[in-house]
Nanobody, 115 residues
Framework: VQLQASGGGLVQAGGSLTLSCVDSGGNFIRLNDMGWFRRAPGKTRELVARISRGDDVILKDVAKGRFTISRDHAKNTVYLQMNNLTAEDTGLYHC?????????WGKGTQVTVSS
């Protein structure tokens, strides 16, 4: 498994970003329910959105109305479209399977929202 998230960056409040996560090592994303997680400075990691192998989506309250999670089965990739970002969305974002393994998180991508 080699999960690599990308697409983060510095954006002004109200802006948008689209995160991508690819498994360059095999079929990890294709074979699992997947989620996007984030860890804000000084806080514990939290799940913000999840998508099943059958593309059923659950958004946590922080994501409802602003974030969209999707996946491309052919590309073994999962996405997180984030709109109307606020400073509270600042953090390190990872994708991982649901439930996440305790010892692997892969490469995350930093999102910084300036207010």
């Amino acid at each position: 498994v080699q999960l690599q998230a990308s697409g983060g960056g510095l954006v002004q409040a109200g802006g948008s970003l689209t995160l991508s996560c690819v498994d360059s090592g095999g079929n990890f994303i294709r074979l699992n329910d997947m989620g996007w997680f984030r860890r804000a400075p000084g806080k514990t990691r939290e799940l913000v959105a999840r998508i099943s192998r059958g593309d059923d989506v659950i958004l946590k309250d922080v994501a409802k109305g602003r974030f969209t999670i999707s996946r491309d089965h052919a590309k073994n990739t999962v996405y997180l479209q984030m709109n109307n970002l606020t400073a509270e969305d600042t953090g390190l974002y990872h994708c991982n399977k649901i439930p996440p393994p305790y010892n692997y998180w892969g490469k995350g991508t930093q999102v910084t929202v300036s207010s």
